[in-house]
């Protein structure tokens, strides 16, 4: 954890973190967004200097509630609210991920980026590829049957089948290195801006939230199913820039093992869900547009700042 963050955390916890101020975008503010990383960190490896008794202080679960309130109202508003399917949910996740347009950072990624913006680009995911798949594990005790099965398998696969350093965290902390970056955890926290960690609170709201178990499996599912082609582009990208070959692998691994996962997720893991729990057929679908509609602001972030001559990420402290 950087200087920076070490100072604000070792502060009374009592005052730690603080509420956004009125007036921050509940979306992509860079209060509110690191607040409520903050918060859900305490779930996660917890925060140094802080007691771990207030992982579920009152106090602190009230302002984190009030913080996710609007911060759900805003998805909503730029994702739509849940809606019942007009067909089956795994034909309507196929139509919803394929049928997306907007700019596309992988592509520009692999025909134009530079070396200094792939190292931005890696900081910022690391904020979620260095917990990568934790946050949708917390559906696993909330499912059952076919849905649980194929996310076991899902995990399992992240996890790199319970072969140290092959899980999919330490092959992104491995391509950071390579990157000359800090690997170790939350040490790049400080220079993330909002709308990329509105990316990592999505998933850790509706995993930490048995309610959201739904658009947790609807998020996951879409993740899966848009993932070949952008890895394939960043592992090009890592090759066009002449970067050591390992730090193409975390990449590599995605395309092999999500062109499975893909259809995995699709049938299984969504379908299954939507079989056997009918009445979160909507909340499937809600969760996979509420990841579609924080990565295109994620994507907006990024090339309009390097369009602009600019970084991407917040100064240096």
Sequence with gaps: MSAFLLDRLQ????????P?????DPLSGDDTQLFLYLCYELHYRGLPGVDEGWEWEPTLLAARSRAEREFMASIREVAGPPVEPESCVTDELWALTTGHGGPSLSRYMAEHGTLEQFREFATHRSAYQLKEADPHSWAIPRLDGRAKSALVEIQNDEYGAGRPGH?????????MAALDLDASYGALLDRIPGPTLATVNLISFFGLHRRWRG???GHLSAFEMTSVEPMARYAAATRRLGLPAGAARFYDVHV????????VAATSLAGGLAAAE????ADILFG???????????????LGAWTAGRSSLLPLP
């Excluded at 009918?278 to 057929?281: D, F, S």
């Excluded at 996979?288 to 990024?302: D, K, S």
């Design 11 to 18: 502060r009374p916890v009592s005052a730690l973190p603080e």
């Design 20 to 24: 956004p101020q009125p007036g921050d």
């Design 167 to 175: 899980s999919h965290a330490q092959l992104f902390a491995n391509t």
């Design 215 to 217: 658009a947790l499996v």
């Design 256 to 263: 092999a093992a999500d062109a499975h996962h893909q259809e």
């Design 278 to 281: 009918p009445e979160l057929a």
């Design 288 to 302: 996979a547009r509420a990841l579609m509609a924080v990565e295109a602001r994620f994507t907006e972030q990024l």
